[in-house]
């Protein structure tokens, strides 16, 4: 059984910083990407970043560049989203994903978190 547990989000004014952080777990998964995505109300869901587990190649959407950092702690199983200059738009609930082998089956298989909601405020 897979399980992504977020944490970190919250209210914080325009220009603020907040960190997300993902913990995840799974004995027989072998997780290969872990990736943040965000939606915010009457929009799709959108991915933010994402980290591959072995080499730490990341990718970023445009909108975040130069303010968002995903990073991972391989020994901690965790991925972090450190979110700086935050803006109004960013609001949204930022959900874990992760993309991996089940290593029962050898499926692709995608696991999400519940979501964790983040609030700019003016």
């Known amino acids: 059984q897979v399980q992504l547990v977020e944490s970190g989000g919250g209210l914080v004014q325009a220009g603020g910083s907040l960190r997300l952080s993902c913990v995840a777990s799974?004995?027989?998964?072998?997780?290969?990407?872990i990736g943040w995505y965000r939606q915010a109300p009457g929009k799709q869901r959108e991915l933010v970043a994402r980290i591959d587990t072995d080499d730490g190649r990341t990718d970023y959407v445009d909108s975040v560049k130069g303010r968002f950092t995903i990073s991972r702690d391989n020994a901690k199983n965790t991925v972090y989203l450190q979110m700086n200059s935050l803006k109004l738009e960013d609001t949204a609930v930022y959900y874990c994903c992760a993309d991996g082998v089940d290593l029962a089956t050898f499926l692709q298989r995608t696991y999400w978190g519940q979501g964790t909601q983040v609030t700019v405020s003016s």
């Open positions: 799974g004995s027989t998964f072998s997780f290969q990407r």
